[in-house]
Each structure stands twice: as C-alpha cells, then as structure tokens.
C-alpha cells in the first residue's frame, strides 16, 4: 500500500490491481497467457483459493471484495477445487460445507469394461 498524503488526510491507495491480477495469473495460469487468464476473473481468483501461496490469498483479499470469494464458491469451476481447499474457503467465510463438486464428463466407465 502507497501513502499519499492530500488535504488535512493521509489516503492510502492499493497497489494497481490489474498489475496485481497479472502477476497472480502469470503464476497460477501457466497454460494461457495471463491477459487471457485476468478475463477469466472468476477462474483466477478460484485458482487462487486453491493454489495460490499465503501471499497470492494476501494479495487476493486486497483485490477482490469477499462477495467475489463467495461468487466463487457458489458457482466453482468443476474439478479445481480439492477437498482441503475446498472444506477450507467454507470455514474461511463460516458456511457450511457442501460435497465437493465433481467434474461429470458423461462417460458411462461400466459400459466400457462390461
């Protein structure tokens, strides 16, 4: 965070968070660009919550409000999540939680070794 000093207060501005958003993308999203990966929002941020360092999630809460963390858990991109973050998030934001979402492709496995 910068201090800037103005009038009879000191205002603290947040570092560029699109220069932020970048370096999270260009850490987490190694299969895309990171300009490709920040218009994503969504999938990056839940990228975050599952891979990111302490301070990848440090630098997340400064960016995104919490409704964006909750957006995220209410609609997570299938088969990212792991249970240990997922059961994590839940206690983070003091939710129960629900079964992991799994990633269906609609493959019938029985037919096949029938």
Known sequence: ??????CDKIFYTMPDTNDTKLRLARRLNWWETPAEAVKNEPRLLAQVMVLGT???VQQARKIWPESAFLAVLDNPPL???DAKSWNY???VFHRSTP??????SGFNW???SS
């Open 89 to 91: 998030w839940h206690l």
């Open 79 to 81: 088969g990212l999540f």
């Open 54 to 56: 302490w301070e990848d």
């Open 110 to 112: 029985r037919k096949v």
């Open 1 to 6: 965070m910068k201090q800037v000093l103005g």
């Open 99 to 104: 079964p992991l979402p799994v990633r269906n």
